[in-house]
């Protein structure tokens, strides 16, 4: 969450609260066609986190697979000369 920007997961979950509120007093009230407009503005916000969600799962954020991360780490731990570094050092 930014520091000074707007609390956006708040205000997330207290429309999420407000419309299970109405979708009771809808109930309550027996207003039927205020219960299947909630029911449609669910459906649609569940359909909107579920797409975002999938498309932040299908990035690609530029990290190697895992053979090439390996092959890396290889070389990065023989020196990049093929030689191991695996001397000691003393105080």
């Known amino acids: 969450m930014k520091a000074s920007g707007t609390p956006r997961m708040m ?5 999420a609260a ?3 509120i109405a979708g009771a007093a809808a109930l309550a009230l027996q207003s039927w066609l205020v219960l299947f407009a909630l029911l449609a503005l669910h459906g649609v ?3 909107l986190v579920v797409v ?5 799962a299908a990035r690609d954020y530029d990290k190697p697979d895992p053979l090439t991360e390996a ?4 070389e ?5 000369d093929g030689r191991p ?7």
Not at 11 to 15: A, R, S, V
């Open 85 to 91: 570094r695996d001397h000691e050092v003393f105080n």
């Open 71 to 74: 092959r890396i780490e290889d």
């Open 11 to 15: 205000l997330i979950l207290l429309g």
């Open 45 to 47: 916000a569940t359909t």
């Open 76 to 80: 990065e731990a023989s020196g990049g």
């Open 18 to 20: 407000g419309v299970v």
């Open 52 to 56: 975002y969600t999938l498309r932040l």
